[in-house]
């Protein structure tokens, strides 16, 4: 027999048990979306990316940018690295090493980027530097799965970013990469580690998205 205190508990559980549940689900749904992507056009979403990201804004004053390098089937982010290069940008880039380390390196080469095995994105060789690197950079460009207007970001679901951006400068903006379909109005699962974005990047442009642009209002 169950006792009224551990129904409560079992239903906590069962609350968490769902919402990881529903980010699998939505997980899977995209990644079958993006399978379907031709090589053409992922190239050419590409280069609109970095388009996109250029004529934003967001790079403004930035020095320093914590960004990714794609694998598979996202957006292609080579171009807008190459871009931010040029603009004289530091690039740092996660590395994982052998593992799924919270470490990144500088990445001033995209020719010279290394296969990092596995199904890991490539990464740049030279110095590894700690967690904390995040600290170091004044704008913040995440690899998701999904996103929302509110401003909730779905991630592969290592819960890789929501650990390294939680060690980012209180206030470095985050903006968040998907396909243009992946960009919701709201209602994403959301858990209280998860990390709030501020904007969204998507090869159609770029929005800001969540507290910055003032939260979305009942409309009348
Ligand atoms: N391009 C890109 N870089 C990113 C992310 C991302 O989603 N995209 N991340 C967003 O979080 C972080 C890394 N997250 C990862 C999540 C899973 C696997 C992965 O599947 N790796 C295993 C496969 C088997 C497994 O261990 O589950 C492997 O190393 O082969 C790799 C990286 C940081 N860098
Ligand atoms: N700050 C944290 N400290 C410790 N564990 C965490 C933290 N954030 C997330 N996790 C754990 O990581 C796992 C995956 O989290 P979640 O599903 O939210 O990942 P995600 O945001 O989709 O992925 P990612 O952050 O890698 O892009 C969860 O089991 C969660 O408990």
Redesign the pocket.
């Known amino acids: 027999m169950r006792t009224p205190a551990t129904d409560g508990e079992d239903n906590a559980n069962e609350g968490n048990d769902d919402v990881a549940a529903r980010k699998t689900a939505l997980r899977h749904d995209a990644f079958r979306k993006r399978r379907a992507i031709g090589d053409a056009e992922r190239q050419r979403a590409g280069i609109r990316l970095a388009d996109a990201a250029e004529r934003s804004g967001i790079l403004d004053g930035v020095g320093t940018v914590a960004a990714?390098?794609?694998?598979g089937t996202?957006v292609p982010?080579t171009p807008m690295l190459r871009m931010m290069l040029a603009h004289g940008i530091r690039v740092l880039v996660?590395r994982?090493g052998s593992g799924?380390d919270l470490g990144w390196g500088v990445m001033d080469d995209v020719d010279a980027l290394h296969d990092a095995?596995?199904?890991?994105?490539d990464e740049p060789g030279g110095a590894v530097l700690d967690a904390d690197a995040i600290a170091g950079a004044d704008l913040v460009v995440?690899?998701a799965v999904l996103a929302d207007r509110t401003g909730v970001r779905l991630?592969?679901g290592?819960g890789?970013?929501d650990r390294a951006l939680a060690r980012r400068r209180i206030g470095t903006p985050v903006v968040a990469v998907v396909w243009p379909w992946e960009l919701v109005d709201d209602g994403l699962p959301c858990e209280p580690h998860d990390q709030r974005i501020d904007g969204v990047l998507t090869p159609n442009g770029y929005f800001a998205v969540g507290a910055r642009m003032g939260l979305p209002t009942e409309s009348v």
């Open positions: 990714y390098v794609s694998m996202e982010t996660p994982l799924r095995g596995g199904s890991r994105p995440t690899a991630g592969r290592g890789w970013y």
